[in-house]
């Protein structure tokens, strides 16, 4: 399979104790990391040979190519 890991997505914590938490690429899924975030704060990451996914909890911005989300709180 062919993976382009060029593109980065920013996630901007809104609150206290965002959790950017990433998840295993392949068979299995599981978190191998989390990030906390307090307000403010801005992480800066992609998608890696590691990382398929990415699940935020808590309130936050996230800047893709796609767009820009926010979570709901
Ligand atoms: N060591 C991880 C990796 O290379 C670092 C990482 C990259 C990460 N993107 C992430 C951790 C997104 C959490 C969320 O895959």
């Known amino acids: 399979m062919e993976t382009n890991h060029n593109d ?16 295993t690429r392949g068979q299995d899924t599981r978190f191998h990391h989390t990030e906390k975030l307090d307000k403010g704060e801005v992480m800066i990451a992609q998608f890696t040979d ?15 190519k796609y767009g820009v989300i926010d979570t709901e709180e």
């Open 8 to 23: 980065y997505f920013i996630v901007k914590a809104m609150d206290n104790g965002v959790q950017v938490i990433g998840l």
């Open 50 to 64: 590691h990382t398929s996914a990415v699940k935020i909890r808590g309130k936050a911005k996230i800047m893709t």
